[in-house]
């Protein structure tokens, strides 16, 4: 799997003879025309989903091993710290899927964990977040953060203030 972020390559898993799967990780500088070897994955794959958001790849499912269904893993690689960390599984395990980001969200489609898969799934990697409990007619004060189509994301904003209007559900 290949990504870029910060006008550098990331080459990342893959596979050779006998089903091996690999957990490398290198990065290629395009400045300086050099490879460097990177922190490599804690779980060795191929043929895995991936995708940029936010400046950090995700790399979701994929082959780990001779024969399907393959694996639900999730990790996401953070370039500037040189780390990688385990996320939440992907809800269904698979291999050879497709994958895109999109409004910063990994779309993971297709497959096979043995049979074809028709199965599309869509992964937040969290900068959101998700209220419940509001109540109507009351002032909420919270910060913000933004993340344009491209997945970069802005500074948080000074504290905002909003009132609710919409009447509680039923």
């Known amino acids: 799997a290949a990504e870029l972020v910060g006008g550098k390559a990331y080459v990342f898993g893959g596979g050779g ?18 490879w460097v070897t990177k922190s490599t994955m804690p779980t060795a794959r191929s043929i895995m989903a ?10 979701v499912a994929g082959k780990n091993g001779p024969s399907p269904p393959g ?17 939440a599984p992907a809800p269904t395990v698979r291999e050879w899927m497709a994958s895109a980001v999109v409004a910063g969200r990994l779309y993971v489609i297709g497959g096979s964990d043995g049979s074809p898969l028709a199965t ?22 919270f910060k913000a953060k933004a993340r344009n189509i491209a997945g970069v ?14 009447a509680a559900p039923a």
């Open 17 to 34: 003879a006998s089903n091996s799967v690999f957990a490398f990780n290198r990065e290629f500088d395009f400045a300086t025309n050099a």
């Open 120 to 141: 599309n799934e869509e992964y937040d990697p969290g900068v959101a977040q998700r209220f419940a409990g509001f109540q109507p007619n009351t002032q909420y004060s």
């Open 50 to 59: 991936h995708g940029t958001i936010g400046g950090k790849i995700y790399a």
């Open 153 to 166: 994301e802005t500074g948080e904003t000074s504290v905002v203030s909003t009132y609710t209007l919409a």
């Open 71 to 87: 694996t639900a893993v999730s990790e996401e690689y953070d370039p500037a710290a040189d780390t990688w960390t385990v996320r």
